[in-house]
């Protein structure tokens, strides 16, 4: 069957549930604020939110190690929205002593100094960013991995003390990428490189067909350590 005949109807369906959902959000948790990690899905948010609510927030943590194709795409989201969106970076001295003490690629070695460096370039930040908010918007989709198919639409977030929405959870794939070409929409060019899901330079690869679009991140761990930390799953309660 013929995609591009069949799934805008779906589509139109979908868009106008978030918009529903994002305006909720404006108006009932104020102030909120989005995550955008700049992927493919989180652009489909950046479009809606930049265009429509202009009282929801962006920011993105910018790791100090990202790949320039991520950095072309923040210049270019200013140039086609006229916004800019909040970089929160790591600490200084945090970031410095860990590379005096382990060496820049660490990382490699054990899950643990992984870890490590997320928590300082990713975590840390985020708790800095979403502090005095009452919702966090991410882009994360239940088919993403196996990691996050239990992903919830709403739920309170313990850790953060706010509540936490994922208004993209059930979309696929492809209705991420029919909305994208559908509105024009920038993009970050890796994804043309096969590139499903892109994070730190030194911790991202392609993928081949087939793989799981998270294959990608972290591919010498395990598949289910394959998480930075910045969603606990263990202490959400569902919210509706």
């Known amino acids: 069957m013929n995609r591009q005949m069949d799934e805008p109807l779906d589509l139109?369906?979908?868009?106008?549930?978030?918009?529903?959902?994002?305006?909720?959000?404006?108006?009932?948790?104020?102030?909120?604020?989005?995550?955008?990690?700049l992927g493919a899905e989180d652009m489909v948010l950046t479009?809606?939110?930049?265009q429509r609510f202009p009282g929801i927030s962006m920011f993105t943590l910018d790791t100090g190690r990202l790949p320039e194709e991520?950095?072309?795409?923040?210049?270019?989201?200013?140039q086609h929205y006229g916004v800019?969106?909040?970089?929160?970076?790591?600490?200084?001295?945090?970031?410095?002593?860990?590379?005096?003490?382990?060496?820049?690629?660490?990382f490699y070695e054990s899950v643990a100094l992984r870890k490590s460096c997320c928590y300082m370039r990713k975590v840390e930040p985020l708790k800095r960013a979403l502090q005095?908010?009452?919702?966090?918007?991410?882009?994360?989709?239940?088919?993403?991995?196996?990691?996050?198919?239990?992903?919830?639409?709403?739920?309170?977030?313990?850790?953060?003390?706010l509540q936490k929405f994922?208004?993209?959870?059930?979309?696929?794939?492809e209705e991420v990428w029919h909305y994208l070409k559908q509105q024009?929409?920038?993009?970050?060019?890796?994804?043309?490189?096969?590139?499903?899901?892109?994070?730190?330079a030194p911790c991202t690869r392609a993928v081949t067909p087939g793989e799981d679009v998270r294959s990608g991140r972290w591919w010498w761990e395990r598949a289910d350590t394959r998480e930075?930390?910045?969603?606990?799953?263990?202490?959400?309660?569902?919210h509706e």
């Open 47 to 50: 479009d809606l939110i930049a």
């Open 228 to 238: 930075c930390g910045l969603h606990v799953r263990n202490t959400n309660t569902p």
């Open 84 to 106: 800019t969106i909040h970089a929160y970076f790591p600490d200084a001295t945090t970031v410095e002593q860990y590379v005096a003490q382990q060496g820049p690629n660490a």
């Open 166 to 173: 994922n208004p993209l959870c059930e979309w696929s794939t």
């Open 132 to 161: 005095g908010k009452k919702a966090w918007i991410t882009g994360m989709r239940r088919e993403q991995t196996s990691t996050r198919e239990n992903l919830e639409l709403s739920s309170f977030d313990e850790v953060h003390n």
């Open 12 to 37: 139109k369906a979908r868009v106008e549930q978030l918009c529903v959902m994002l305006a909720d959000i404006q108006q009932h948790y104020a102030p909120a604020v989005f995550a955008n990690s």
């Open 184 to 200: 024009s929409v920038p993009y970050n060019t890796l994804h043309d490189r096969f590139y499903p899901s892109i994070g730190c």
């Open 70 to 78: 991520t950095y072309d795409l923040m210049q270019r989201i200013r």
